[in-house]
């Protein structure tokens, strides 16, 4: 077993940790921010932009990509990495999250969560509207209707593990049960005992595709589960953890002021030596936090999808370029910066370009907003290696959110 390998270099006084992820496409150095190529694309952006930006692995949504093209084109392309042209690292995650942010969890605040394709950006959502109209769970899987058409689909763990061993990703996750923070505890406990029920029939799927006796192709992350609760979290990390997964993803629903705490009380249960994905964070502080808290990988739609409506981050915090001040403003977006925009462009260029409606200002903020976050994760890493850590997340902080 162990199609992927992962070794700790350093770690910090409390959880975090800087280490080393071995998959057959090459290594991440961790921590590492993951970026999101939902429909096995980043979103304005060619995969040499994406390598060059220093991105180490992407991750595509396997929801939209059994949605459209459909998993098994995909597999007859040779899988999402080759499909896209995309040779380094790749995950998916289980599609859960889409199902049920797009069926039931509708009309909750999904805080956290805003990873969900391009539909929806934990904005809120009218629940008279939307809610348990898309999606319908039982002991077996969950049945939805596409957001495109309304065409009935359904998924089951089983399901899961066959699509996303045809969209081939290194790293794929157990199909999870993705609760609204809103959710009261009895329906949270509930929702996470099935999770427990639905990895292990995962892992079980996952074996049978695998050729039995034969190293796995693929690596299986399971997903811990539990809302806010800390019983809950610290149950589900017991219990899976005690399951033979190559590695851990922390999925669901926090309040965001929460997620710190329940982050920390999980990766205290894991097993230390197998890597921790962060599902759905992008934020800076949300990253500092759940770096020192021990996690080792996260991915977000956020650097991009805001990126496309102008807002950018800087040093000094976000800005907006459509803001009227930026419309002769000649210097770089973030003169710290060191991407390919920041070093070529102006911000009143990109103004210029957001107000006329023009296809390069969506690529050029992506690819200043996803360097940003991808170096920024980087020199955690760097600042774990050199015990400099506190001292890098004060004085980014307090810069960034103006404190
Ligand atoms: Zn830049």
């Known amino acids: 077993m162990g199609s992927i390998s992962f070794k700790i270099e350093k770690k910090m006084e409390g959880l975090g940790r800087a280490g080393v992820l071995t998959t057959p496409h090459g290594t991440i150095q961790t921590p590492a921010f993951v970026t999101v190529g939902t429909k096995a694309t980043v979103k304005a952006l060619t995969p040499e932009m994406v390598r060059d930006l220093g991105a180490q692995v992407v991750l595509a949504n396997t929801y939209h990509l059994y949605l459209e093209p459909g998993d098994e084109i995909v597999r007859d392309a040779g899988g999402f990495g080759k499909f896209m042209n995309w040779s380094g690292p790749t995950m998916t995650d289980s599609g859960g999250f889409q199902v049920f942010s797009l069926g039931v969890a509708f009309g909750s605040k999904m805080g956290k969560l805003s990873k969900v394709g391009d539909v929806v950006v934990g904005e809120e959502i009218d629940a008279e509207d939307k809610a348990g109209k898309l999606a319908k769970i039982d002991e077996d899987g969950v049945t939805f209707k596409s957001y495109k058409d309304g065409s009935e689909h359904r998924f089951t763990p089983e399901r899961s593990m066959e699509i996303q061993h045809n969209l081939g990703a290194d790293i794929i996750f157990a199909f999870d049960e993705c609760t609204s923070p809103a959710a009261p505890y009895e329906y949270q406990k509930e929702a996470m005992d099935r999770t427990h029920r639905w990895a292990k029939r995962s892992l079980d799927a996952h074996n049978l595709l695998g050729s039995p006796g034969l190293p796995r192709k693929q690596a299986l992350f399971g997903v811990v589960q539990g809302g806010r609760h800390r019983d809950l979290r610290e149950e589900s990390a017991r ?3 005690a399951m033979d997964f190559d590695g851990y993803g922390i999925g669901g629903s926090f309040d965001k002021d929460d997620m710190d705490a329940a982050v920390g009380w999980v990766n205290a249960i894991l097993p230390e030596d197998k890597p921790r994905h962060l599902l759905g964070i992008g934020e800076p502080v949300d990253l500092f936090g759940a770096v020192e808290n021990g996690c080792d990988l996260f ?26 001040r930026f419309v002769r403003d000649f210097t770089p977006i973030d003169p710290e910066c060191d991407c390919y925009t920041c070093k070529n462009y102006t911000r009143a260029y990109l103004a210029h370009l957001f107000r006329s409606d023009e296809m390069l200002a969506a690529t050029l903020a992506s690819i200043h907003n996803l360097r940003f976050l991808v170096r920024l994760v980087n020199q955690m890493r760097e600042a774990i290696l050199g015990g400099t850590f506190e001292t890098l997340k004060t004085n980014f902080l307090t810069r960034y959110y103006k404190k």
């Open 299 to 324: 991915d977000c739609v956020a650097p991009t999808r805001t990126g496309r409506n102008g807002a950018v981050h800087t040093h000094d915090g976000r800005v907006n370029l459509l803001n009227a």
């Open 239 to 241: 219990t899976l953890g």
